[in-house]
């Protein structure tokens, strides 16, 4: 298991645009952005248009926080603080299952995997999980491997 | 062709050492390298009347470098950029000359970028000890996931899925600019290193090792642009634009990882304009330059400027292909990986030296064009350097191009 996140060493700042979002995380729901206009939806909240329509009237979507590993790295050297006594330890990119759109689009996101590296493999199911830091205005989220799929990809070098 | 196509040139090159550290501030360094590309012109000071820079809010200004120097500007502007601005702002200066704004234009970039402000946050010591996360940061730097070499490998990782390539296709970059840095006295890498010496090198962030990534070091870099008529009056032989394309977009933004493939980048969507501009084909490319602050990004900059299919920058690059003598040459300085890092613009350099016939290199008569070929003796220059295709990239999201010729081609 990676070694656990200082999060002392952390100063998350939320403004306009993702403070909804973090309040949000603190109750445990994962959110995106949706376009009232067109329903296309997106990732990260510091993006106030919709890329698809370019209209700003726009909403949240609460996902189930699951869905497919599309990519990841391993993380060796820390450069930030919080995370000196947590390497080595996966970041992933995460395609959500149920933001699939009509005309292809998807939505990912990103986040620090609790698994370690050598259960980590890009096409394995995960899910969200949410971790309590030092601030109670923050619990961050994370992912975690919960099934097995066929045909996934592992880095082995 | 494109309208301007060969009626401006880069009529002088200048930089400092690559430092580390300087104990410099970035005007004394911007300052060295602004009066070293003057004098590469043969121009004086007040033979130059339009200055522009990027930064990143960790540099001095084009008014503070021209009032150090006593230059009286008829333009002046200086952008928020990164990787890829040096080629776009050439592209600007041509268009300001043209509209007459100023006649001949200075382009620079000054940064610590080893002992000051480090890319992706880190401190020059380590570690950043508290991190605040705002902005686009929330989203990033939470994760513990914020350096280029971070971000980067997302990208790579999956290439590397989708294409079955392997490291040893980086290592082959590594080992091609290396070798060049062993021609070129100013690199700060020299040793030659091999395949393997890439792949026992400790890792950074899986799939980058430590000699898949650049050397962050104290520099500025400049470049002289004017048009072709004042050129053929200056010291050197001109060095003729002939087109690019400048921060083509991506459709949808590097912090954005929806877009439908993370390793289709952007110059994917700039190479058709930059070749039907210059009025070329990769056929006529003698050698190229590649943003080089990750091994991969040159292989993905190939692959993006169509000098290979999708998927096959791994079988290309194979083989010592980027390497000097062999069929495209590659970052002949030593580019980020073995010489230095400079955001950029020293390929450029490198580039314009390289079609003078003129660099910098071990041979005594390189100045006035003499050289060996001897690479055992340290010769670095081309035979044939009639073309060069520049290819610049500030994330996947943004890339340049800058398409060169010398007086031959």
Same mark, same amino acid.
């Given at each position: 298991m990676p070694g656990p996140i200082d999060y002392s060493k952390l100063r998350i700042l939320p403004d306009f645009d993702t403070v909804e979002w973090w309040a949000a995380t603190r109750q445990r729901k994962y959110l995106v952005r949706q376009c009232k206009a067109c329903g296309h939806k997106w990732f990260p909240?510091?993006? &106030?248009? =919709?890329?698809? =329509?370019?209209?700003?009237e726009v909403a949240w979507f609460e996902t189930a926080g699951k869905g497919t590993i599309y990519s990841y790295v391993v993380v060796?050297? &820390?450069?930030?603080?919080?995370f000196i006594g947590t390497v080595p330890y996966v970041v992933a990119i995460i395609e959500l299952d149920d933001c699939k759109e009509a005309d292809g689009r998807v939505t990912r996101v990103a986040g620090v995997m609790i698994d370690e590296e050598s259960e980590v493999a890009i096409g394995l199911p995960c899910e969200v999980v949410y971790e309590e830091t030092n601030d109670p205005k923050i619990v961050m989220p994370r992912w975690k491997i919960n099934g097995t799929a066929s045909g996934v990809w592992r880095f082995t070098e | 062709m494109g309208a301007l196509t060969d009626k401006y040139c880069i009529v002088g090159v200048g930089e400092t050492p690559h430092m580390r550290p300087s104990n410099r501030t970035t005007l004394s360094m911007a300052c060295e390298a602004v009066s070293k590309a003057l004098a590469d012109a043969g121009l004086k000071p007040g033979d130059v009347d339009g200055m522009t820079s990027y930064q990143a809010g960790d540099s001095t200004t084009s008014p503070h470098v021209a009032t150090a120097l006593g230059m009286r500007l008829n333009y002046a502007v200086d952008i928020l950029g990164g990787g890829s601005s040096g080629e776009a702002l050439v592209a600007n200066a041509i268009g300001l000359i043209e509209a007459g704004y100023c006649e001949t234009m200075v382009i620079f970039r000054s940064m610590n970028g080893r002992s000051g402000r480090r890319m992706g946050g880190q401190t020059p010591g380590g570690p950043v000890p508290v991190a605040n996360a705002e902005g686009d940061a929330q989203f990033n730097i939470g994760w513990g996931w914020t350096t280029p070499a971070q971000r980067f490998g997302m990208s790579a990782m999956r290439y590397l899925h989708d294409t079955g390539c392997t490291t040893k296709a980086f290592a082959e970059i590594a080992v091609a600019h290396r070798y060049h840095a062993t021609l070129n006295p100013k690199a700060i890498h020299r040793s030659p290193i091999t395949i393997e010496d890439h792949q026992k090198s400790r890792w950074i962030v899986k799939p980058f090792r430590l000699l898949d990534c650049c050397q962050e070091t104290d520099v500025s870099v400049a470049i002289i642009v004017t048009s072709r008529e004042r050129a053929y009056d200056l010291r050197h032989p001109p060095v003729f634009i002939m087109g690019g394309y400048a921060r083509t977009l991506t459709d949808s933004p590097q912090w954005n990882y929806s877009r439908e493939s993370l390793h289709y980048v952007a110059g994917n969507y700039g190479w058709k304009r930059s070749f039907g501009m210059a009025g070329i084909s990769h056929k006529d490319v003698d050698f190229v330059s590649c943003y080089d602050a990750f091994t991969f990004t040159t292989l993905i900059q190939l692959e993006a400027n169509g000098?290979?299919?999708?998927?096959e920058a791994g079988e290309f690059v194979k083989g010592g292909r980027l390497q000097i003598d062999h069929e495209l040459p590659s970052n002949l300085s030593g580019g980020h990986l073995s010489e230095g890092y400079t955001h950029g613009v020293q390929m450029v350099i490198e580039n314009v030296r390289q079609l003078r016939h003129r660099a910098d290199d071990a041979c005594p008569g390189w100045a006035e064009?003499?050289?060996?070929?001897?690479r055992q003796a340290g010769c670095r220059q081309l035979r044939k350097a009639d073309i060069c295709y520049g290819m610049g990239w500030g994330w996947e999201n943004m890339a340049s191009c800058l398409v060169l010729r010398g007086m031959a081609a």
């Open positions: 909240p510091t993006f &106030p248009a =919709c890329a698809k =329509c370019a209209s700003m060796v050297q &820390p450069i930030v603080g919080a | 000098f290979c299919g999708r998927g064009g003499k050289h060996s070929y001897d």
